[in-house]
């Protein structure tokens, strides 16, 4: 499933729109047509890619057509003075911003600044729209815009919404009511429709910064999380990494969760988990924030991947869909919501909140927040690589490939931040064994433990588990660690000559490489050897120790 | 070097003091104005802390501050006999370099410093000192006149010291670039000693040359940012030459 998640505070004045050409030909104002001329060849370049007209002068003739064009607008209605203001630095300047107006309307983001001495323009400097062709009479009142705006920021309003003419994207102008919500979380701008009631655009205007937080995960280690603060408050919006990564606390209304991941409901920053001291004491919501930026980091290190699609998309990870304490009464949800961490598409990683206390599995394990696993979490994301790669198909041998690259990468991942060793905390070759305790889910080292086969030809061949991806999935974990750790197969019995620790590097390469980049979304373990062992020529040479390790080791597994 | 400084003016004292032959003076005094080169170096070091992403990070700064030119003025009395008591002013400042060396928190990982080094330039070093003298006046023969002096000092120190290291850092914050140092001024009076001997040649009755050797030194602890203090040392031997006024 793929969910694009809302990507706010988008500008549309900056995006598309018209070129500075068909401006220059269209422009409505008779007097600034010529005025297109103002612009000097930078700012012209500049104006063609953002589709609006940028007044720069570059000389004295420029300017004295610039100015004299302005006070055209002026009589005409179009510029309006807003403010009149003596300069406190120089002396006998002043200094005037005049706001666009369309038909008595104000047009967002459209303002000209001048300076002046004795009435003469010494500066102007802005941007103004032409061509506008919107009826300025709203269908839609001042009161129902804001009452829309009420409903979808959970907030009360007082201030009355302002007619704006809003220009889009697409080049085109609406007529919005332009209203400000003020929340716990953020300040936003919302543009309404005036003549449908549909919100058009919104942004935050709460300015915000980044913020170095501690916080305590849920196996009670501290650690660093990288937050926004704005307003006196804290928020899970990692500013620091390239991509957006926010993490939202939906404290346990998975209704809410369900219709988000169906795509009927947008989160909002009100959503955002949110600490008032940057000390971070909810469990999930730092191992989930943390965790995902850390295999963010992973991937740009390791492999010079900007992301799960490689240009950065917007990471969203959602804690607590539902709550430990109503899991009596959630037993339709369990599955999902409590017992696994699931990657949506589109960015979109929820995590379960595992059991409650008391509760465990039928082998006595207990099962904690399913963000407290760094290989869970990795594994996770990589689901996403996997989709903005070789989209590996998710069912049967593709599958299964799919799953081992998200156990492979989540295992690296793993050794990439943690010291090796047993126990929690600890990079080694068990799945999920931070939060399944005791002993994970998974064994890259024996598969078998668990009662995945670790080798081909005890594959699973029935159609559960859509052909048994979890479970054949062991087949290409063991193959990856024998590549690295060496040893002998315990079906077959073949020895496999490892690269050896201290050389990962180059077998997780290797099966990224072949993973993202060669193999076909219906990939079977035949072909993932064979790409892997290109992968190992392409990167270290033929006849390489990790071309020699990657191919006895996918002998030992029993694919050929 | 002080306890050899001092040593080697002593033996100059005793040495011109010894002539049975000597004049004493008969002029009340004299004053001088005097360049000279103070040839210590007065290296010295700090460390500060930060606090920076939960957690502390040091900046290690090596000082500079070479000898130089200094300006000297002064003047004495004799008030009885060959015995007499005088004061001088001089004046140090010059401007170096210092040596950062930088730990810095990584802002996502607890434990992972960043190392940056990075070198500032221009680094103000001012000294202004009093030297209270008590002195003996000498005169071996004809034209020349010496005049042996000793007592305490009072030094007043200016120091620019580095306050704060810029960085430049992106992700993945692996690794940070010095850009900038900050630095604040600070200074501090602190009492020290001087002893030296002012050889002059007489052209006139009233105006003469001199050569000058002076050796006086502080050690000072500057209060800086943080409640820190940066222990360093003042003065110094210098030499130089000037003119003469007797009266």
Redesign the interface.
Known sequence: MSLPPQVPGQDPLARGARTFRRRQATMACAGAVAAALWLSPAAAQQQARQGRLTIAPASRDQMRDASSVVDSMRRGGELRLRTTREDPQVRGRTHQRLDQFYRGVRVFGADVAQQLVGGEVVSVYGNVYDNIDVDPSPSVDAERARGIVEAIAGTEIGHQPELTVLPREDGAYTLTWRVRAVTGLDVREYFVDAQTGGVVFDYSDLQTQSA???GTGVLGD???I?VSEGGGQFTATDR???PNVNTYDLRGDYTRAIRYLNQLIQLTTNDLAGDSDNTWTDTAVVDAHVYV??TY?YY??RHARRGLDNRDLPLVNIVHPARRQDFQTNFSIVPDFYLNAGYYGGGVMVYGDGLPVGVTLVGGQLVDYFSGALDVVAHELTHGVTQYSSNLIYRNESGALNEAFSDIMGTAVEFFFQQPGSGTLRADYLCGEDIVRPGGIRSMENPLAFGDPDHYSRRFTGTADNGGVHTNSGIANQAFYLAIEGGTNRTSGLAVQGVGASNREQIERVFYRAFTQLLPANATFSVARAATTQAARDLFGANSNAERAVTQAWSAVGVN | MRASMTVTLAALLASCATPAAAQTWTERGYVSVNGAFQATTNDFNDRFEFEKDLETGTTDVDYRVKGGVVFDAGGGVRLWKSLGAGVAVSYFTRKDPAATSTRSPHPFFMNQFRDVTGDTTDLTRTETAVHVQAMYFFNPSGPLRVVFSGGPSFFNVEQQLVSTVVLTEAYPFDTADFSSARSEKVKKTAPAFNVGADVMWMLSRSIGVGGILRFSRASIDLGAANSRTVSVDAGGFYAGGGLRVVF
């Open positions: 170095v937080g501690r501290s650690k660093k990288s620091l990494r390239p930026g850390w980091d740009f290190k």
